[in-house]
């Protein structure tokens, strides 16, 4: 077995996977104001930024060969309600972030998440009842609006992150009937109530706001065959590719998706992932460049497309060095 891997061409012509900017997406958070960027006290590194900032970060995305970043509001305070109406404005920071990247011509596909969240005072995905329970067919009629509305801002692919059921379907339907043929969904199919969400929803400044937790509607995290029917009723529904999230603890989920369904599959290396990496790395546990790529390369072996993560650009960086 070590002649194969004795040199490093040798190395190079039997590697069984390959890993390339190419196979990114990089999550951005967007705030308001003027040439900010907003440090994050939970995910160092990582930067809330002002959108006139944005399109110079696609660009630069762009440049380093990354096809797509994902856009995250960190919405004020005064903008969050109840029913999270602010989802549905035209001039929210997620449609002016959108735009604008539009406007500067920067190629690159923009993403940008479906739910409410980052518009709620209390925090969830969606309407809730007066028992906190969270509606499903009420809230899917405002995910239907929200979609529309970033799609009308320039989205090329809309990414449902709510866990709420029928709702590709119903956006789908929405997409087509006023005439976004071709804006991509991209389904978190295969999404976990998990720990792992930490740093984001501190990001997004919506970890304040939550009450109870989302075992209601996001995936046990016992669960695996329980994601392929997700997966199965989201391809059914008119997803043009599906997501798995977390993304490291469930890479088993990763490689069961991709073995039995043809659609591409993301997989989420989320902000509690990234953050766990940068407190060893600060604390001279281990060698960031090394596992960074190391962790990649493992959801390209598991038999994901791509990857969301925060160490995007970074990573990119050396693939390209
Ligand atoms: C919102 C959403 C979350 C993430 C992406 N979209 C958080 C949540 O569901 O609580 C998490 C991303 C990350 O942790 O990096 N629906």
Redesign the pocket.
């Known amino acids: 077995m070590r002649r194969l891997r004795r040199a490093g061409w040798s190395r190079a012509l039997v590697a069984e996977t390959r890993l390339s900017p190419a196979d990114l997406i990089w ?1 951005l958070f967007v705030r308001e104001g003027t040439d900010l960027a907003e440090p994050i006290e939970t995910m160092p590194g990582v930067f809330r930024h002002s959108v006139d900032r944005l399109p110079a970060l696609a660009k630069e995305a762009e440049a380093l060969g990354i096809p797509a970043i994902a856009l ?1 509001p960190y919405t004020p305070a005064d903008r969050r309600s109840e029913d999270g109406k602010e989802a549905l404005n035209p001039d929210n920071l997620v449609c002016r972030a959108l735009q604008a990247i539009r406007d500067s011509g920067a190629n690159v596909g923009l993403l940008s ?1 479906v ?1 409410l ?2 518009y709620t005072s209390h925090g969830h ?1 969606g309407l809730i009842d007066e028992t906190g329970h969270v509606l499903n067919d009420a809230t899917v009629e405002v995910l239907v609006k929200q979609a529309l509305n970033q799609a009308r801002a320039g989205a090329d692919i809309v990414a449902p ?2 866990m709420m059921d029928g709702r590709i379907s119903a956006i789908r339907a929405a997409l087509e009937s006023f005439g976004f043929h071709d804006t991509q969904i991209m389904a ?1 199919a295969a ?1 976990y109530a998990s720990g ?6 501190d ?2 400044g ?1 970890g304040g706001y ?1 009450k109870g937790d ?1 075992k209601g509607y ?1 995936m046990d995290p016992a669960n695996a065959r329980e994601a392929l029917r997700e997966v199965a009723l989201d391809i059914a529904e008119g997803a043009d590719s599906v997501m798995v ?2 993304g490291l603890p469930y890479l088993d989920i990763v490689q069961r998706v991709a073995e039995r369904f043809d659609v591409p599959v993301f997989a ?1 290396c ?3 992932e ?1 953050a766990m990496v940068e407190a060893a790395v600060a604390a001279g546990m281990m060698e960031r460049d090394k596992v960074v790529l190391e962790i990649l390369m493992a959801f390209r072996r598991a038999g994901a497309s791509g990857i969301l993560s ?1 160490h995007a650009p970074h990573a990119a960086r050396l693939l390209n060095a």
């Open positions: 999550p995250f998440d739910a969240d980052p995905d992150s709510d978190y999404k792992f969400y930490g740093p984001f929803r990001a997004v919506a939550l989302k996001q999230k977390p989420y989320v902000s509690g990234y925060y």
